[in-house]
């Protein structure tokens, strides 16, 4: 039956190749539409982690109310001590120290006149160490546009937009100013080592970044960081396993009401993100539950389309012997084929387009130019499991719905019509 039926679907292109050509597009967009917002939705959630909150993030408490303003002067201290404290009580965590800072960049020429000055964003890592994956974490050697990373103290990675507007060049000096953790004036100066294009242009057009080590002395934080970041062994956010180490972290400091006592947060508790990924869970849950329900209503009425008309057919089957039970079960069969071989092929489209823009993305540089938000470039989709089967909700059971609503006139058929229906 089954053979008899797909040998039909086949062979007869008209009652066939429209449903499925719209089948295939619809069930394309659908899987493609669901794998491109988890993969945006991931990207943003991802690069505030890496450059910004961590999975989870300590700081004293006095830091954490005004972090907006990057006070070092409220920074964490014996961090060397509470790093190994935190290493040893959760070892599935890999914990790492930060510092920002903002000031002043001066290029000075050879007879050390300032020929150009512009505001940096300082950040200092773990780089000297080599233990700290922080070069990987941040894709720094693949962002790297000219030189290489620090190897020394003294050296410095500029952005590059920064670098270029500056007129700066690898082995070039420059002096930075700013203030000290105790309020006193800071300025230091460093060789340039190498620029780098994160393609994020809030970062590009001031990024400087040190060994936190420089950092420490130049702004007299020694063994002190604004910052520790934990991120969780296999470099995926789980909140449920977020909640249960910040929680025990917390309760040690629960009776304390020192304003420099370390608290915990994990990445939804900061920069509004608990409210931002419950909007996107929601929204884009909701919006791929509308685009799916949207198309069954396309493909259900190309079904129900399609039975229609060919109630001519089934009167002549009827009047050939056929019974009604035996001719809507095989218009069922029928959209079931047709729904799958249109799903199927479908599906191998939008995820093909899926994986592709999963390694190339849709660059969107062009229209960040002007932007101090910290977004990435570059927009890409993600492919999930659930992509091979999410078409089919669509693709299969709206056409076979469809079919099975057209088909209940199958029904309502009388021989006794049939013959004035045939002289016309």
């Not at 007869?12 to 669901?34: A, C, N, Q």
């Not at 964490?76 to 009580?89: P, Y």
């Not at 620090?150 to 082995?171: C, N, Q, S, T």
């Not at 002190?224 to 917390?250: C, H, K, M, P, W």
């Amino acid at each position: 039956m089954i053979r008899f039926l797909l040998k039909g679907i086949l062979r007869d292109k008209s009652r066939s190749f429209l449903p499925i050509v719209i089948i295939t597009i619809g069930v394309s967009l659908t899987v493609l539409l669901s794998g491109y917002m988890k993969g945006v939705m991931g990207d943003l959630i991802d690069q505030s982690a890496r450059f910004d909150t961590g999975h989870l993030k300590v700081m004293t408490r006095a830091y954490n109310i005004n972090k907006d303003q990057l006070p070092n002067d409220l920074a964490l201290l014996d961090v060397n001590e509470l790093v190994q404290s935190l290493s040893a009580t959760f070892p599935d965590v890999q914990w790492v120290k930060r510092i920002k800072f903002g000031g002043i960049l001066d290029v000075p020429d050879a007879q050390g006149q300032t020929t150009g000055q512009g505001p940096a964003t300082g950040m200092a890592l773990e780089i000297l160490s080599g233990r700290s994956g922080e070069l990987e974490r941040l894709n720094i050697l693949s962002s790297m546009v000219t030189g290489a990373v620090p190897k020394k103290p003294g050296e410095v990675i500029v952005g590059h937009d920064f670098a270029e507007k500056l007129k700066l060049e690898v082995g070039d000096e420059i002096t930075y100013f700013g203030s000290t953790m105790n309020g006193s004036m800071a300025f230091k100066n460093f060789s340039i080592c190498g620029t780098i294009r994160f393609g994020t242009a809030a970062m590009d057009r001031g990024a400087l970044i040190i060994d936190i080590a420089d950092a420490q002395e130049m702004l007299d934080m020694e063994n002190g960081v604004g910052e520790v970041l934990g991120f969780l062994n296999g470099g995926v956010y789980s909140d449920e396993r977020a909640t249960i180490i910040s929680e025990q972290f917390n309760a040690d400091f629960v009776n304390n009401t020192d304003e420099f006592a370390p608290i915990m947060l994990r990445l939804k508790d900061q920069n509004g993100l608990s409210d931002y990924l419950d909007y996107v869970d929601m929204f884009s849950g909701l919006f791929v539950a509308i685009f799916v329900m949207a198309m069954s209503v396309v493909l259900w009425n190309t079904g129900l389309l399609g039975g229609l008309r060919r109630y001519k057919e089934f009167g002549i089957r009827l009047a050939l012997g056929e019974s009604k039970g035996q001719i809507y079960r095989s218009l069922i069969y029928e959209a079931f084929l047709i729904g799958a071989i249109g799903s199927v092929v479908g599906t191998i489209i939008g995820v093909s387009v899926t994986l592709y823009l999963q390694v190339y993305g849709i660059d969107i540089s062009g229209a960040l130019s002007n932007s101090s938000m910290m977004m990435p470039s570059v927009l890409r989709a993600k492919f999930t499991m659930n992509l091979l089967y999410i078409g089919f909700i669509p693709g299969l059971f709206a056409m076979m719905f469809g079919n099975m609503l057209s088909g209940i006139g199958v029904y309502k058929r009388e021989t006794a019509t049939l013959f004035k229906e045939l002289e016309v």
